[in-house]
């Protein structure tokens, strides 16, 4: 229900403004008010309903009482909570632990240790069987435990490219970007050198210098992927810091008496952070892909570890006639790159600062 | 009154939007009836969230896309307008109903001349659209030199000509209806004002009705004939400027009227006028009195002057005197404000003050001692006694701490009491700052914007301090918070016997709280002196501008006076 006031107005003698004498009407009539003089509106005759609306109808709450009900969130818990119902997400976890458990214990998934002598070369590219359900390789070897035996290698360098990249990538970018000015100037173009190297390119020249030639392995083309890597962090790194430097937060931390390290650690990585990690799960499947690439080219990891890379390579040879040696490791390594994109991209949604919460 | 007159131009009945969001439908207005006629001004006044610019967007066609008219009926000029299609609704817009958007800095496309946009509006409505046409509309606007300004960039506009160049496009097709929506708000309030009288002198020669869409009750007041107050999705009431503000009815309205610092303000002014006495000013001078007579020069300030190099054409760097020669002092336990407009080089001065900007010439000596000379162990300890409260509630607190790390902080970095000590600290702040103690474990994200900002003000009083420099750190809160803010912020003065350094655009702010005011223009102090003497008597031209643009002058006569 309302209340209609009607304004009866007469014109005051000093200002010409007109002073209300108030009367309740019915609505129908409040709709048709009557006329009054107006000061601003000399020519209109017009008057003003008072309207007020119910009071019981319209409580007026304590200013500015209102307390969130739910549990505190956190940006991460706030991210977890949107991730946790996203097909994409939970397919990708799954796969992605599925990856790292065959990768840490291969023993409990394969049949047979593919690396001694049970490859038979009377199994020669010999189809699938019982036991042997992704038939073998030219040498004789069950397919299956060779992909279950090369995720190691290849999971390895991919996390560990990675994670070279954001540790190394993630201190140069937000340095550059945190102190500025020429500090910025000068890793902004080393950076820029690197950048213009691509990555197999720069691979393949880097690992015919002697000192790699000689060291191939794991952790040497871990090093190289890290070597030729970080900028990409650095660069998502330095923009995400200038964007948090300048914020109050950290202003009222320096006025606090914070030294100008413990902002950076504890006020501004934290919060440049979100991009970073997406970037991070996006390039930890190109370096899986890298490392395979490498290993195809016969310049990746020796012929002596199995890997994803190294087994499409051995099976190339033999791929008209029996292309299964191939087939099988490249599923495993698509599946893998496929698990880690889906999840940046999951993680792309969820930290988007845009769609965060205010 | 003829039946013509009494015709609404737009007659809003029983609306309702409801706009579907992630968690659900949330109904923003609801049954909300009200009507402008033709050639007149409304306007809509609540706070942020209330629904007052979703309703006037609702007219013009243009709500969000999740947003839908659910109840209720639209009438303009006697046409039911509630669900007509994507076209009309086309061709009701520019030059029969205009509108002029809130932010002048984001509503004007980078990337075109200031020129061509007003054409597009022209060439849109089928008006002509020649240049001379263009730079007549600009003219209009106000904007001296048209031809000129018309092939300009709008980043070569400053926010002021922004805002008439978007005027300029809001009336360049003659709409019978004008939507303002918080038309003013970025602007410095002698902008504001010159902007509102050009407004008001074309729309009153153009005939054209103004929907005005603001926070500020008494520009409401004085800008608009009748005032619509919504609260929380509802109009809670409407009904004459003056009726409104003198008379109000419902609680909300009467809660509003109260905390209007203009309001507030230029009531202060009458009831020192008439010699009455008034609860609103905050700062309480007897008591201020004595202990200024008992440090005088708690903060000096002399001569101080900022200058910035700016990066220019190779390399050459080009000087800029943010701050010039500036001089005062600000006694112990009392009210210093800092008044000034966007670049008169308040901000710098409190950062200065802060250490946290070097300083070019002059000293600023606090406690005694010269700032620019403490090293190491000094300044950590200088940063003790003197803490910041900033402007933006959403910026100044670290989205990734909760409200109690956020609290503990500076009692951790200076290493006072033991974990449990800081955690009994943290509970006493937050009862002084009247927060319940369970939103210790809650995030910033999960605050309001007057939540936050008490949260800073425990977190700047953790340490226990004696100066608290507030950069406007009431500006971006709603009216009623605000008010909130301002007195818990004088309360704890005289409990704790603090000293503030109050930097704000803000004069309505300043009276209510201030005890001495520091005028500046353009990097230069142009008048300071006691609250009540600048009120009462300024010496400067600017000052005297400054005072007039408050608004709602004249609404605040006593009622025996009327």
């Not at chain 2, 910041?388 to 290493?415: A, C, W």
């Not at chain 2, 990097?523 to 002196?529: L, R, S």
């Not at chain 2, 008597?537 to 005297?544: G, K, L, R, V």
Request: with cysteine.
């Amino acid at each position: 229900m309302h209340k209609y006031e009607n304004t009866d107005t007469t014109p005051s003698p000093n200002e010409g403004i007109t002073e209300p004498t108030r009367e309740r009407l019915q609505p129908e009539a409040a709709e048709h008010a009557v006329a009054g003089n107006q000061k601003d509106l000399p020519g209109s005759a017009l008057a003003v309903e008072h309207y007020i609306a119910d009071i019981d109808e319209t409580p007026v709450a304590a200013t500015d009482s209102t307390v969130a009900d739910e549990a505190p969130l956190s940006l991460w818990r706030d991210a977890w909570r949107q991730l946790r119902t996203k097909p994409t997400f939970i397919i990708s976890v799954i796969l992605i632990v599925l990856a790292v458990a065959i990768a840490f214990f291969p023993q409990l998934f394969w049949s047979e240790d593919p690396s001694s002598a049970e490859c038979l070369l009377q199994n020669s590219n010999g189809k699938a069987s019982s036991g042997h359900i992704m038939g073998f390789t030219a040498q004789g070897c069950d397919v299956f435990s060779r992909v279950i035996a090369g995720t190691r290698a290849s999971l390895t360098v991919g996390l560990f490219a990675t994670l070279g990249v954001v540790v190394i990538g993630g201190i140069i970018g937000a340095i550059a970007g945190y102190f500025g000015g020429w500090v910025d100037a000068v890793l902004a173009r080393l950076g820029d050198i690197f950048f213009a190297l691509p990555l197999i390119l720069g691979a393949l020249v880097i690992m015919q210098l002697p000192a790699f030639r000689e060291n191939r392995g794991v952790w040497t083309l871990v090093a190289i992927l890290v070597l030729l890597g970080w900028p990409q962090v650095a660069r998502i790194m330095r923009g995400a810091v200038v964007e948090v430097r300048n914020a109050d937060y950290v202003t009222s931390a320096r006025s606090l008496g914070v030294s100008s390290f413990n902002v950076l650690l504890r006020h501004i990585i934290p919060n440049a952070m979100a991009p970073v990690i997406v970037i991070a799960t996006i390039s930890l499947g190109t370096f899986i892909v890298a490392e395979s690439t490498l290993s195809y080219l016969g310049i990746g990891l020796p012929p002596d570890v199995m890997s994803w890379g190294n087994d499409i390579s051995d099976g190339k040879d033999a791929f008209r006639s029996n292309p299964m040696p191939v087939f099988w490791p490249g599923l495993a390594l698509s599946l893998t790159v496929l698990s880690f994109i889906m999840l940046g991209d999951a993680l792309r949604d969820a930290l988007d600062p845009k769609s965060r919460k205010k | 009154m003829t039946e013509q007159t009494s015709h609404p131009l737009l007659d809003i009945k029983n609306l309702g939007i409801t706009f579907s969001t992630s968690t659900g439908d949330v109904e923003a207005v609801k049954e909300s009836s009200f009507s402008v006629m033709p050639g007149e001004t409304v306007a809509i006044v609540g706070e942020s969230g209330s629904g007052k610019s979703t309703s006037a967007l609702a007219a013009i066609g243009l709500l969000p896309s999740n947003g839908r008219i659910s109840g209720g009926q639209i009438f303009f000029d006697g046409k039911d307008i509630t669900h007509i299609d994507e076209s009309e609704k086309v061709k009701l817009r520019g030059n029969q109903i205009g509108m002029v958007p809130q932010d002048p800095m984001s509503n004007l496309n980078p990337v075109w001349k200031i020129g061509f946009q007003v054409k597009e509006t022209l060439k849109a409505n089928g008006l002509p659209s020649s240049d001379k046409d263009v730079s007549r509309v600009l003219e209009q606007a106000g904007l001296p030199d048209a031809d000129r300004r018309a092939r300009q960039y709008p980043h070569e506009f400053s926010g002021g000509m922004r805002q008439r160049a978007l005027i300029a496009i809001g009336l360049s097709c003659q709409p019978r209806l004008l939507i303002a929506d918080e038309p003013t708000s970025a602007l410095d309030v002698t902008v504001q004002r010159t902007i509102l009288d050009h407004l008001e002198g074309m729309t009153q020669d153009l005939g054209t009705a103004v929907l005005l869409i603001t926070h500020d009750l008494g520009l409401a007041a004085e800008r608009a004939r009748k005032v619509v107050v919504m609260y929380k999705g509802r109009v809670v009431e409407a009904g004459p400027a003056l009726d409104l503000l003198r008379n109000p009815q419902h609680p909300y309205t009467k809660k509003l009227v109260d905390s209007a610092p203009s309001l507030a303000s230029r009531r202060i002014q009458v009831a020192r006028e008439t010699g009455q006495e008034t609860d609103e000013l905050l700062a309480e001078r007897p008591k201020t009195e004595i202990q200024a007579s008992l440090q005088h020069d708690f903060v000096q300030i002399e001569n101080l002057s900022k200058v910035f190099k700016l990066r220019g054409a190779w390399g050459k760097s080009e000087q800029f005197t943010a701050v010039d020669d500036v001089s005062f002092t600000i006694p112990r336990g009392t009210t210093t404000a800092v008044v000034g407009e966007s670049g008169s080089g308040k901000s710098t001065i409190a950062r200065m003050l802060l250490g946290l900007e070097s300083i070019t010439r002059g000293r600023i000596s606090f406690d005694g001692r010269d700032i620019a000379g403490l090293k190491g162990r000094e300044m950590f300890t200088f940063r003790r006694r003197v803490q910041p409260i900033f402007q933006d509630p959403y910026g100044s607190l670290d989205p990734m701490y909760n409200i109690f790390r956020t609290i503990e902080e500076p009692m951790r970095v200076h290493k006072v009491g033991s974990k449990a000590e800081r955690e009994k600290k943290v509970k006493s702040l937050l009862d002084q700052v009247q927060l319940p103690q369970s939103m210790m474990a809650r995030y910033p994200n999960e605050l309001s914007g007057g939540q936050r900002q008490r949260v800073a003000i425990a977190r700047a009083l953790a340490l226990n301090p004696d100066l608290v420099v507030c950069d406007e750190a009431v500006s971006a809160l709603d009216v009623l918070v605000q008010a909130q803010i301002l007195n818990l912020l004088a309360e704890l003065q005289s409990e704790l016997g603090l000293t503030y350094l109050f930097i704000t655009h803000d004069l309505a702010v300043v009276r209510q709280i201030a005890d001495r005011v520091c005028v500046m223009e353009k990097g230069k102090m142009v008048e300071t002196g006691s609250t009540d003497a600048v009120f009462e008597d300024p010496q400067t031209e600017y000052t005297q501008k400054l005072l007039a643009a408050i608004p709602g002058a004249g609404l605040m006569i006593p009622p025996e006076a009327a």
